[in-house]
């Protein structure tokens, strides 16, 4: 009698092997899906449901960004062994797990009030303190499962099955995930409007624990090689003779690539990228205000930052197969100096336009650093746990930004000084970007 074959996990329920196509592209649909359900633990996804919790906790507005921050920084902290484990574990998965749990946060988070109440015992201090403690934690499981988590494994996903045409997956995710991102304060603002903001996080909450996790475990593969595939499938798109190499000679550990200097290069730039633009988006109308603009003028400024933002992220995405890394890292540095002067200086006229320029050049190369960078530099066999430790760096960078701005407010009725802070140190991190080359494996060093 013959033996059967020990059946391959990844064959279960279908083999993608016996698709009619290369299913990287189901992979990228699934990324972008997966992108999109980290929303609700995104800023801009937090931000629509502020002035509801402010009060429903009844705390002051500084308490609640206390409580993002502290939350923030403590999902920002174990990002990294998160990242070695998707490494082990795989997206499928850390995928459907992920969902699942943010999807019951959610539905938690939808019935605060009740938990309050069952909470809440006395009055004064001690309800301030069960009120923030209460939403602290929510804070860190709606960010470490959503703009944490769900992200890293939606784009590692993704750039595991591609690698010639990383550039190519990446602009369309990068096209799909600006548009939906656009739209989503406004979305969520009419839910709102529409089931309350209990009802909204309810919705959401049952969507993504039951679709999500789902869709994650019945569509995802940890990579091609699992599924006896190669990255890139048959793909067969127009060759340049000479191209940087998609992948390193041989995979960094998290510890050697952080040895190197790329990672500290792109890995504070986005760290500082981070922490400007969500202290920017998190205190527009303010910023508008004191130069003199109204909260019209700063909400309409969006618009074409956007369309700037998709340009740039799809045409640099599509090149960026076939250029040196280091000059996006320069281009994204020049884009963060222009933006941070020109808040030093915002006013109606060239310093708004400037700053509009700047502020689309910077948000569409940063998916583009977080993205194709770590895999080509790095490899794949550790890029959980090297985009885990960066993501960390981002998320500790969204955490201090809109905190630190509103100190510097607060002092100097400012936000010039913030904005000049952000841009000595963005200096530094420019003239660094010009030395940054390809990193070298230890074992090769002797070459």
Not at 215 to 239: I, V
Not at 353 to 361: K, N, P, Q, R
Request: some cysteine.
């Amino acid at each position: 009698m013959l033996k059967n074959k020990k059946l391959n996990y990844m064959d279960v329920p279908f083999k993608p092997s016996r698709m009619p196509f290369f299913y990287g592209w189901i992979i990228l649909i699934l990324g972008i899906i997966g992108v999109t359900m980290s929303i609700p633990g995104q800023t801009m996804g937090v931000s629509v449901f502020t002035d509801d919790l402010i009060n429903v906790l009844r705390i002051s507005r500084v308490q609640l960004s206390l409580a993002y921050l502290v939350g923030t920084i403590a999902s920002a902290l174990i990002l990294t062994p998160a990242g070695k484990l998707l490494d082990k574990a795989g997206s499928r998965n850390m995928g459907s797990i992920v969902t699942f749990l943010l999807g019951m946060q959610l539905i938690l988070m939808s019935n605060l009030e009740e938990v309050l109440n069952f909470l809440n015992g006395g009055s004064g201090a001690g309800q301030f303190i069960i009120s923030f403690s209460v939403i602290a934690v929510s804070f860190f499981l709606i960010r470490f499962l959503g703009q944490g988590m769900l992200t890293l494994i939606s784009r590692n996903m993704v750039m595991m099955w591609f690698d010639k045409y990383r550039g190519l997956a990446n602009a369309i995710l990068g096209i799909f995930t600006s548009f939906i991102f656009s739209l989503a304060p406004r979305i969520l603002n009419g839910m709102i409007e529409d089931v309350e903001w209990d009802g909204t996080w309810f919705r959401l909450g049952i969507i993504i624990m039951t679709a999500g996790a789902a869709l994650y475990w019945l569509l995802s593969r940890n990579n091609p090689s699992k599924c006896g595939m190669e990255p890139d499938g048959n793909l067969h798109l127009a060759e340049r003779k000479v191209r940087p190499a998609g992948h390193p000679r041989k995979d960094f550990t998290l510890e050697q690539a952080r040895k190197t200097l790329p990672f500290w290069a792109f890995g504070l730039t986005l760290c500082l990228s981070s922490l400007f633009v969500t202290a920017f988006t998190f205190h527009v109308v303010s910023i508008f205000e004191t130069a003199g603009m109204t909260r019209t003028q700063a909400v309409d400024m969006f618009l074409p930052a956007s369309f700037i933002a998709v340009i740039i992220n799809f045409s640099v995405s599509m090149i960026s197969d076939y250029i040196k890394l280091r000059y996006i890292l320069i281009a994204q540095a020049s884009g963060l100096l222009i933006t941070m002067f020109s808040v030093t200086r915002l006013a109606p006229g060239p310093s708004l336009v400037l700053f509009i320029v700047g502020y689309g050049v910077i948000t569409g190369l940063f998916n583009i650093s977080t993205t194709v960078v770590w895999p080509r530099y790095y490899g794949t066999e550790h890029l959980g746990a090297i985009t885990g430790m960066i993501m960390g760096l981002i998320v500790t960078g969204s955490a201090i930004g809109p905190y630190l701005f509103s100190i510097v407010f607060r002092t100097t009725g400012s936000y010039s000084a913030a904005a000049f802070i952000c841009f000595a140190i963005m200096a530094v991190l420019f003239v660094l970007a010009f030395f940054v080359r390809r990193p070298v494996h230890p074992d090769f060093k002797a070459d």
